[in-house]
C-alpha cells in the first residue's frame, strides 16, 4: 500500500510540474516578440551560409547583402546585434517554425509554395540564374533546356532551392537531379564527375567560385535565363507566420530604406548593381505569394 501511495503522490507531483511548466510555456508565447527583441537588443537570424546573400566571414562575423538590410531594419527598430544561426537551406523554415530563430535572412526566393509555411517581409533583392560546369564544357550545357534534352547528365542542386522547381519545369527529370546539402557539395559533385553540372542563383555560384578549383570548373557566361514563372527571384526575410508585429514593424522600416533610396549602398558590396538587383519599390509580397507576380 505505501508503493502505491507514493507512486501516486509522485503521479500528482509530476502533473503539477507540467501544469506549471505549461503555464509558463503559454505565458511566454503571449508576450509580444518585437518587444521582447527590442529590451533584449539581440536577434536570432538563421542563414545558410550561401554568398554573397548571407555568410560567415573568416572572423566568423555574419556578412552579405541579405544580412546589411536586415542589420539596417533591425537597428532603426532598435535591435543592436544581430546573431546568426547556421542551418542548411532546406531546413531554414522548419528552424523558423520550430523556434530556433527569430527570422531568416538569407536572401531567400519568395514563392507560393514558400508562402504557405512562413511569411515573408516585403522583396529586398531580384536576382537571375547561373550555370557551373566542367572546365571546357565538354556537355555543351548553356541552358536548362539543354539538360532536359539529354537524360544522361546529372545537375547537383541545394536541397530546398527554387531551382530544383525551375529545373523540373523546364523538363529535367527527377532522376536527372542531385539534391545536395550545400553548394561546396555541389561544386564537389562536378569535380569529382559525379555531376556534369551544377546550378544555383547567379551571384552565389560566381562567387563561390571563386575559392573553388578553378582549373576543374567553369562558370557558363552564356548561360540562358529560363522563362518561366519565379524567374527573376525576389529575395526577402522570413518570420513565423503568428509573428505579424514584427514582420510588419520590419517591413514599415524596410520601405522607409526603399524610398529614400537606401538599398543600393547596403547590396553593392557584396557585388550586386543597382541597376539589376534592386526590386521596385511597388512590388509587393502579396502579389507574389498569391502568383500574381511569380
Not at 539529354?150 to 531551382?163: C, F, L, Q, Y
Not at 567553369?218 to 513565423?240: H, L, M, T, W, Y
Request: hydrophobic fraction near 40%; aromatic fraction near 6%.
Amino acid at each position: 500500500m505505501r508503493k502505491i501511495s507514493l507512486l501516486v503522490m509522485l503521479f500528482g507531483i509530476l502533473l503539477l510540474l507540467a501544469a506549471c511548466g505549461s503555464e509558463e510555456k503559454v505565458e511566454t508565447d503571449e508576450k509580444n516578440v518585437l518587444e521582447q527583441l527590442q529590451k533584449a537588443g539581440k536577434v536570432k537570424v538563421g542563414f545558410a551560409n550561401e554568398k554573397p546573400y548571407a555568410y560567415e566571414d573568416d572572423d566568423g562575423e555574419l556578412k552579405g547583402a541579405a544580412v546589411e538590410i536586415a542589420k539596417q531594419v533591425l537597428h532603426n527598430l532598435g535591435i543592436k546585434e544581430v546573431e546568426g544561426h547556421l542551418s542548411d537551406f532546406g531546413n531554414l523554415i522548419p528552424g523558423l517554425n520550430a523556434g530556433k530563430f527569430d527570422l531568416i535572412t538569407a536572401g531567400m526566393a519568395i514563392t507560393p509554395d514558400r508562402c504557405k509555411n512562413a511569411a515573408f517581409g516585403e522583396p529586398e533583392i531580384q536576382y537571375g540564374e547561373g550555370l557551373i560546369v566542367a572546365t571546357g564544357n565538354p556537355m555543351n550545357l548553356r541552358s536548362y533546356k539543354d539538360v532536359a534534352d539529354n537524360p544522361d547528365i546529372k545537375i547537383a542542386v541545394m536541397s530546398g532551392a527554387t531551382e530544383i522547381d525551375f529545373l523540373l519545369r523546364e523538363g529535367v527529370a527527377e532522376n536527372q537531379i542531385m539534391k545536395v546539402p550545400d553548394i561546396p557539395a555541389s561544386f564537389s559533385a562536378v569535380e569529382s564527375g559525379r555531376a556534369h553540372a551544377t546550378t544555383g542563383t547567379e551571384m552565389t555560384i560566381k562567387m563561390a567560385l571563386e575559392s573553388a578549383n578553378k582549373d576543374k570548373l567553369e562558370f557558363v557566361n552564356d548561360f540562358e535565363q529560363p522563362k518561366i514563372e519565379g524567374n527573376p527571384s525576389f529575395g526577402a526575410a522570413a518570420f513565423r507566420i503568428d509573428n505579424v508585429e514584427l514582420r510588419e514593424a520590419y517591413n514599415a522600416e524596410l520601405t522607409k530604406l526603399k524610398k529614400e533610396g537606401k538599398i543600393a549602398a547596403l547590396i553593392e558590396p557584396s557585388g550586386f548593381s543597382a541597376e539589376m538587383n534592386v526590386v521596385d519599390v511597388d512590388l509587393t509580397t502579396a502579389s507574389i505569394c498569391s502568383g500574381e507576380n511569380y
